[in-house]
């Protein structure tokens, strides 16, 4: 049972296809990786999937509706939530706040409550800071709630792009190389979080990531992506031993 | 007495004006070059129902404001989905449309001579309490979902989009807001000076009100409303000085520009234990 699919989805920019026929598929409490080359459309895919692109084909099933046409933010309040590969907080909001702004969306007052601190707000806000502080503890930011996102450590930064992602109460997780740029030390503590989550929020996670630990290590499936087609599929461990892969990411031996 | 008044009394009109910029500009980052002009619709509309409908003036007042909100939709809808630079430009040629179409429907609002003979409704009171209502309501405004999801988008559209924020909608709440606001600030204006011309209105008021958001700080309240008190009244106690005053005002203006980029607070808030500090510290001093 899948939650969420791709069916033979495509975009091309200018006359260069940065995505051709793409279909993927992520089951329920699963987790799948995709891998390839720089610039291979990793990216590119999650930006279809999460409506930030439309596709010129193709279709984007998420929990067997049709959501091609949807845009980005009805996709984030259906259940989709994603990271992004350089990280992207809001500035100007507090570590606490930038995950409250993730629940707003879904808060149920209205201006007039807002202007003139209606009852409804008050609880409707104090149920958020409170669900915002079982958060922050869980994936570990308690002791930084009320600093500048821009003033936290690389790590933390990651951390908290996935606590706001989580925050949205989201059903599928697109985590876009969230262990870039961490150390030995930080990946082993990041793969724990992210079993974690998976199991303590039911998730479906759909990862793209460089660093072949994390993702042989955590996934169930893996595809791989090269020059915009799927080039293949299968087991962290047939992907390993795969000739086809093994070319495009050190090349064949008669190029050297 | 009556000049202290005055100044305050325009002061607290300023105070709300720059309110409502600061939630346009300070929380979702969107350039209103014609909001001078809602203030314009709200001293005209308010100013034609009483004088020459005979409407009783707090419901001049609902329908003023009703009408700001209107003319933020009709400006609105179409183009807060632009980009932001556009924005600035759009609502900049919505503010010279409606000061041109003021001046030349001359049978109902006087034209280029003004629209005279408005009772004098408005007082000391009256301005200063809305001023205090309405930066009560801003204050909430920041720190309610909808503060929050502005100043989301302000920094970042597409995480903002990311987590669910319909940036379209937001984006124009805010405008149609601070719209309403202005057009209450024009009333208040238009009641109290019992004269209006469309040259009051013109841009140079509006960039007026963000030159003093960008002075307090730029995701300030206390900041724009302090630097709305300081800059408001600056002219006023500098007339001795005649001609220089401009020139102080603007130098004035400059300095905090070049010295404290950010503004005077920046993106912080004046707490009141801020000013019991300020206030402990100057008696230790004298």
């Known amino acids: ?256 | 007495m009556g000049l202290l008044f005055s100044v305050l009394t325009f002061t607290s009109i300023t105070i709300i004006g720059v309110i409502s910029i600061f939630i346009i500009t300070g929380l979702t980052g969107l350039f209103s070059l014609g909001q001078a002009s809602f203030m314009a619709i709200g001293a005209y509309t308010s100013g034609l129902l009483v004088t020459k409908l005979g409407m009783p003036f707090p419901l001049a007042i609902i329908i003023s404001v009703a009408m700001g909100v209107l003319f933020g939709l009709i400006v609105g809808l179409p183009t807060i989905r632009l980009r932001r630079d556009y924005i600035a430009l759009v609502t900049f040629g919505f503010g010279e449309a409606i000061i041109a179409v003021l001046n030349n429907m001359t049978s109902v609002t006087g034209g280029a001579t003004g629209m005279a003979g408005l009772p004098q409704y408005t007082n000391l009171a009256l301005a200063g309490g809305s001023a205090v209502v309405c930066i009560f309501m801003a204050r909430n405004f920041k720190y309610s979902r909808f503060g929050r999801q502005c100043l989301a988008l302000k920094t970042d559209e597409l995480a903002a989009k990311s987590i669910g924020i319909n940036v379209t909608r937001l984006k124009l709440t805010a405008f149609l807001v601070s719209a309403g606001m202005t057009a209450y600030a024009g009333v208040l204006f238009g009641f109290y000076t019992t004269y209006v011309d469309p040259g009051i209105f013109n841009w140079t008021k509006s960039a007026e009100w963000i030159i003093m958001v960008f002075f307090g700080g730029i995701g300030s309240l206390t900041g724009a409303i302090v630097s709305a008190l300081i800059l408001g009244t600056l002219p006023e106690i500098l007339r001795f000085a005649s001609e220089w005053r401009i020139v102080i005002y603007s130098v004035t203006v400059l300095i905090i520009i070049n010295y404290r980029p950010k503004g005077l607070l920046g993106e912080r808030e004046l707490k009141l234990a801020d000013i019991k500090k300020l206030f402990s510290s100057w008696r230790k001093a004298l």
């Open chain 1, 1 to 256: 049972m899948s939650i969420l699919k791709t069916e033979n989805i495509a975009k091309h920019f200018g006359g260069i296809y940065a995505i051709k026929d793409i279909s993927i598929e992520l089951g329920r409490n699963d987790l799948v990786s995709i891998i390839g080359p720089n610039g291979a459309g990793k990216t590119t895919l999650f930006n279809l999937i999460s409506g930030v692109y439309k596709p010129e084909h193709g279709k984007v099933i998420f929990q067997d509706s049709d959501i091609t046409t949807q845009p980005p933010h009805m996709r984030s309040r259906g259940g989709i939530s994603r990271t992004f590969q350089n990280i992207r907080l809001f500035e100007g909001l507090s570590v606490k706040e930038n995950i409250l702004a993730a629940m707003d969306p879904r808060s149920k007052y209205n201006l007039f409550d807002a202007f003139f601190l209606t009852p409804a707000r008050m609880k409707q806000d104090k149920e958020n800071v409170e669900k915002a502080h079982e958060l922050l503890d869980i994936i570990g930011l308690w002791n930084e709630r009320d600093k500048q996102p821009g003033n936290l450590p690389y790590g933390l930064q990651r951390k908290l792009e996935i606590a706001r992602a989580l925050a949205s109460e989201p059903a599928v997780l697109l985590l876009d190389e969230p262990a870039a740029g961490l150390n030995p030390s930080e990946v082993r503590d990041f793969i724990d979080l992210i079993h974690k989550i998976k199991e303590d929020f039911g998730l479906s996670i759909l990862l793209i990531e460089h660093r072949m630990q994390v993702v042989m290590e955590m996934s169930r499936w893996i595809y791989v992506i090269n020059f915009g087609e799927l080039l293949a599929q299968g087991k962290p461990d047939e992907i390993q031993k795969n000739p086809e892969v093994i070319k495009a990411y050190i090349g064949e031996e008669e190029a050297c």
